[in-house]
C-alpha cells in the first residue's frame, strides 16, 4: 500500500499539471455546478487515479488523449478494475 502523503503528494502534482483538456473540462463539475454533486480531480481509488469523481453518483471520468498512446492494455487494466469496484 502507497504511503497516503506519497498519494497526495502525487495526486497535487497531477492537479498542478494538468492538460488543456483537464482544464477546460474542470470548469464544468467543480464547485458543485452539475445538479449539486461533488466532484474531486485526480482523486486515488486503489491503484489508479480517477481524473475526475463523484463518488456519490459512482461516476469516473477519464480524459486518456496522446499520453496514452501505446498504453491500451494499462487502460484496459485500469477500466476493468474500477468497473469491478462498482
Known amino acids: 500500500?502507497?504511503?497516503?502523503?506519497?498519494?497526495?503528494?502525487?495526486a497535487r502534482?497531477?492537479?498542478?499539471?494538468?492538460?488543456?483538456?483537464?482544464?477546460?473540462?474542470?470548469e464544468r463539475p467543480r464547485a458543485r455546478r452539475m445538479g449539486g454533486?461533488?466532484?474531486?480531480?485526480?482523486?486515488?481509488?486503489g491503484p489508479y487515479f480517477a481524473d475526475?469523481?463523484?463518488?456519490?453518483?459512482?461516476?469516473?471520468?477519464?480524459l486518456d488523449g496522446d499520453s496514452?498512446?501505446?498504453r491500451e492494455a494499462y487502460d484496459e487494466a485500469r477500466t476493468d478494475y474500477l468497473r469491478d469496484q462498482g
Not at 500500500?1 to 502525487?10: A, G, K, Q, S, Y
Not at 475526475?52 to 477519464?62: D, G, N, P, S
Open 52 to 62: 475526475f469523481c463523484c463518488l456519490e453518483a459512482k461516476l469516473i471520468v477519464q
Open 37 to 45: 454533486h461533488k466532484f474531486r480531480r485526480q482523486r486515488s481509488i
Open 13 to 26: 502534482q497531477l492537479r498542478e499539471g494538468q492538460t488543456f483538456a483537464e482544464a477546460r473540462l474542470w
Open 68 to 70: 496514452h498512446l501505446g
Open 1 to 10: 500500500m502507497p504511503d497516503p502523503v506519497d498519494e497526495l503528494e502525487f
